[in-house]
């Protein structure tokens, strides 16, 4: 039960990203690969990082799990100007790490503009 929380947050994702995920005829294909090249494009991305750490903790007994999304926003606000917001909203579940209730963390939001 003690990984039932995050093994269900990184089910969810998966599901989501997979009714995205279909396969492109081969012009798009091509279009798609320059548009993932150029840092400006006006793609919308969500990149996820999952991280499992064990034995950790005072008395090497505690695990965390880690999983980080930074979703890229690009906005044009101007003929000559783009908006790129880039928020990484980390998720953190810890158990034993140290005395006392498993701890969830779902804070620490940062966002990077760039213009």
């Not at 690969?33 to 090497?60: C, E, H, T, W, Y």
């Not at 005395?99 to 620490?108: L, M, S, V």
Request: net charge negative; hydrophobic share 45%; aromatic share 10%.
């Amino acid at each position: 039960m003690k990984f039932a929380h995050a093994f269900t947050v990184i089910a969810c994702c998966i599901d989501a990203l997979s009714a995205a995920a279909q396969e492109a005829p081969p012009d798009q294909a091509a279009e798609l690969a320059k548009k993932l090249q150029n840092p400006v494009a006006s793609l919308i991305s969500f990149p996820l990082q999952s991280n499992f750490d064990f034995r950790i903790g005072p008395s090497d007994e505690g695990w965390r799990y880690t999983l980080t999304s930074s979703p890229v926003i690009p906005r044009s606000i101007g003929s000559d100007w783009n908006l790129i917001v880039r928020t990484i909203i980390p998720y953190i579940h810890q158990e034993d790490v140290f005395k006392g209730p498993a701890r969830i963390f779902e804070e620490d939001i940062d966002g990077v503009p760039w213009r």
